[in-house]
């Protein structure tokens, strides 16, 4: 779709600090978590949250065409979830999809753009050869990054894929405020934590670990996100069994040698992490091991207000950190 017929309101607004929501959508394979941010006593704080499987067949993610499936039967689960929740009266939202639908990166630039519209052509014409798609085809978000030189970091997915969600939920009654990926939606979470407890110019990793993939990505100085690669996804073709600890450590070395031997990285301080995968018994182990510093999980109620009456177990806040995140739209 050309950019000049996208709807102001739907843009991917991932890097740039939206209104909150409200209520944040996270959708994964056979399974999606719903959370709601409520203004009590003068400050923003989570009232809401909840899991809720998902029928097989509903929803296929793809970075190349649309995902939803079984629009019929998605609606259902959602508004039953809705109204079983006191949530339906609620229309703002946020959505979170798999880190795998998008193309997250930085591009550095020889000199800034004049204008926003030069900013995406520009910035399209530099990622054409990364992306698996026409760049006619691309919704591109981007945020400059504090630099002696032109930096921008940028979001890309495919019109087709951004389009249906957003029609999808507009259909419902919503206006859709984001649609981002789910390591982004989780590393606003995790950025006021790491801001007052590593200390200033300190370097980063957080490790998502989804039940189907996991995510790597590099924060330098504290804020400002370096690197956020996909891995251990199986193919479509491929064997129909999840990785385990020794696939996730082949990725994490190269990881951590990119880290110190190409990036010249000195002030790693600490790795974070949130994991939907309890059988990785030696996660926090093996990050230790391999980036040589101390870790820790990602800990939601540190991170973001949450109601006296909201009981929420550790699982449970793993589970819907990434709706949190896109509730709060930036926590601050």
């Known amino acids: 779709m050309p950019q ?3 709807r102001s309101n739907a843009l991917l607004r991932w890097l740039v600090e939206p209104e909150p929501p409200g209520l944040g ?4 394979s056979g399974e999606l978590s719903l959370a709601r941010l409520a203004e009590k006593r003068g400050s923003a704080e989570l009232d809401l949250c909840v899991t809720s499987p998902l029928p097989p067949g509903c929803l296929q993610f793809n970075m190349l065409e649309p995902n939803i499936q079984d629009g019929d039967t998605l ?3 959602i508004e039953s979830l809705l109204l079983r929740t006191g949530a339906a009266n609620s229309k703002r939202i946020a959505l979170t999809v798999p880190d795998y639908l998008a193309r997250v990166s930085v ?3 020889p000199e800034a753009p004049r204008s926003n519209a030069e900013t995406i052509d520009v910035l399209k014409f530099r990622l054409k050869k990364a992306l698996p798609f026409d760049t006619e085809h691309a919704r591109i978000a981007y945020e400059r990054l504090p630099s002696a030189t032109p930096t921008y970091l ?3 997915m495919h019109e087709a894929v951004v389009s249906q969600y957003e029609d999808f939920f507009t259909d419902m009654g919503f206006h859709v405020g984001l649609v981002i990926p789910t390591s982004v939606s989780l590393l606003r979470v995790l950025s006021p934590l790491a801001e007052a407890n590593l200390s200033p110019g300190a370097d980063y990793f957080f490790v998502n670990v989804e039940r189907e993939y996991f995510t790597v990505s590099l924060v330098r100085e504290r804020r400002v996100p370096l690197l956020i690669r996909a891995l251990g996804l199986r193919t479509p073709d491929g064997p129909q069994v999840a990785y385990g600890e020794d696939e996730l450590v082949q990725e994490i070395i190269p990881t951590a040698i990119y880290y110190r031997e190409k990036l010249r990285g000195t002030t790693l301080e600490r790795v974070y992490y949130r994991s939907l995968r309890p059988d990785l018994v030696h996660l926090r182990e093996i990050l230790e091991a391999q980036f040589e510093v101390a870790s820790e999980p990602l800990n939601l109620s540190s991170a973001v ?3 006296k009456d ?3 177990d550790a699982a449970l806040a793993d589970s819907v950190s990434a709706a949190a995140g896109a509730a709060f739209g930036r926590v601050a």
């Open 154 to 156: 940028t979001g890309v």
């Open 25 to 28: 959508l996270d959708l994964r």
């Open 75 to 77: 609606t259902q689960v």
């Open 310 to 312: 909201l009981q929420m």
């Open 107 to 109: 591009v550095e630039l």
């Open 305 to 307: 207000g949450i109601a």
């Open 4 to 6: 000049s017929k996208l």
